[in-house]
């Protein structure tokens, strides 16, 4: 690489951090908007990935929910990413998980499980034997004894571990 070409990279790399760090930081709600746009948009993974961060570290519980609300359709790297920035879903999860929408609730619940959101398990515990779509049976209005079989005791999970 020559040493032009090392420093017009350097300073696309600066002007990205730079854009980013404006993006987190303003209350302008546009920002948002741009944000999701940028991640959904961009060819550029380094654009989606740099996008993703400043979602997770802005102010605004706009950005979790939203990742939230996709997550069933997030690769696994930018799950791991979101996963580096646990105490940014938590408001978001939080509700996601007590959701009535059976697949915001499994979003939520595989979500606090990714990122091992502890404190929600008392949360999920009062929610399990209602919505047995926290372990990812989808089907509990239609075959509410397929999910009763699997999870006779609504305080074990799979393995029979005990949720306290």
């Known amino acids: 690489m020559t ?3 090392a420093l017009r990279n350097r300073n696309v790399n600066d002007g990205l951090t730079t854009t980013w760090e404006v993006l987190r930081k ?3 709600d546009v920002a948002f908007e741009i944000l999701i746009r940028a991640f959904d948009e961009s ?3 380094e654009i989606r990935e740099g996008a993703l961060r400043t979602l997770l570290n802005r102010r605004s519980v706009a950005g979790p929910k939203t990742l939230l609300a996709r997550w069933h359709e997030l ?3 930018w799950k ?6 646990p105490g940014r879903m938590s408001a978001a999860l939080r ?5 009535t929408d059976h697949q915001t609730c499994a979003n939520g619940c595989d979500t606090a499980v990714r ?3 502890y404190d929600l398990i008392p949360t999920l515990r009062k929610t399990m034997r209602i919505r047995c779509v926290i372990f990812h049976c989808r089907h509990w209005l239609t075959c509410p004894s397929v999910c009763m079989r699997s ?8 393995s029979g571990a005990i949720l306290a």
């Open 75 to 77: 690769s696994d790297e």
């Open 115 to 117: 990122i091992c959101e």
């Open 95 to 99: 509700d996601a998980v007590l959701d």
């Open 3 to 5: 040493a032009a070409c």
């Open 151 to 158: 999870f006779p005791n609504p305080g074990t999970t799979h």
């Open 26 to 28: 303003t209350k302008n």
């Open 80 to 85: 791991e990413i979101v996963a580096e920035n």
């Open 43 to 45: 060819p550029r993974s």
